[in-house]
């Protein structure tokens, strides 16, 4: 990765208008073009490292809708498991507002949809998403190190701010350090966090939160009096092209989820893992 496109950026920071100034064109230029080109470059390495857990890499960017903003972002996602920045788990390089540094990230959504605008989830429900995330890192890798800084922005808008409270880890590189770190050890790094190599399973590799796969597919909940024995099975309908069943059992009740053909085999592995183990600690 060329530390002179992310020199620049941090240049122009300390410039910020939320309108299209020269000095935003620029770096508007430099994130969706320069840096995402970087990323796109790496992604065969990164698919090395990130194995079979998401096989279908991407980049993306941006520096504001309409407005310009004072974080702009560039990551590195799955298409399916994180469609859009508001869905799942990815790595995400942020920049300091007054471009004193940039941190290399694994981060998750941190707003959604909601009547037409966008609005940020709550601290809990992010605290729960980075939390378990973290769990991950820290159980397949003994410790989240060399990811072991705090992000801050020190962005005066409140949506940079919830960019820092989705953050799982991040490193800090100062604008002096750019130069003599090597940058791409460190997108490779936080990305295995994410994938997984025949020794660890990341992130991608583990399953969602519960709170997530609830929400969408609006799983039930066991009572407490029903003891937390519970299976899950999937079932094919007779056209086993447009459906599936995903059956869960505990000793008194029994579920049946239906599942489409848009959902994918992991998919339905992961709703069939959570319906045998995440519903039994629910309510």
Partial sequence: MNPDILRRICELQPHYSPTNTPEMKERGRLIRDALA????AMLSRISEVVGDAAPDLSVDSSDGIGRKTEAP?????????????????????????????VFFTVGCGSTVWNG???RPVSDKELSQRTGWARSVVEQRWKSVAPFTDEIQLGASAALPRTFEKATVIAKRVDFSELGR?????LVLEACARLGRSTAHRGIFG???PPSRWKQRYRLPSIPSADPPRV???VYRGRNEKRWSFVRC???????TVLATNAMTPRHRSRLTYLLARGTRSSR
């Avoid at 080109?37 to 796109?40: A, I, N, S, V």
């Avoid at 770190?181 to 050890?185: G, N």
């Avoid at 059992?249 to 579920?255: I, K």
């Fill in 249 to 255: 059992f505990s000793q008194r009740s029994t579920w």
């Fill in 231 to 233: 299976r899950a099975s």
């Fill in 116 to 118: 037409g605008d966008l």
């Fill in 181 to 185: 770190t090597d940058l791409d050890a």
């Fill in 37 to 40: 080109d970087e990323l796109r």
């Fill in 73 to 101: 972002w560039v990551r590195v996602h799955s298409k399916s498991l994180s469609p859009n920045p508001r869905e799942g788990y990815y790595f995400v390089i942020h920049f300091r507002a007054d471009g004193t540094g």
């Fill in 206 to 208: 583990m399953f969602s």
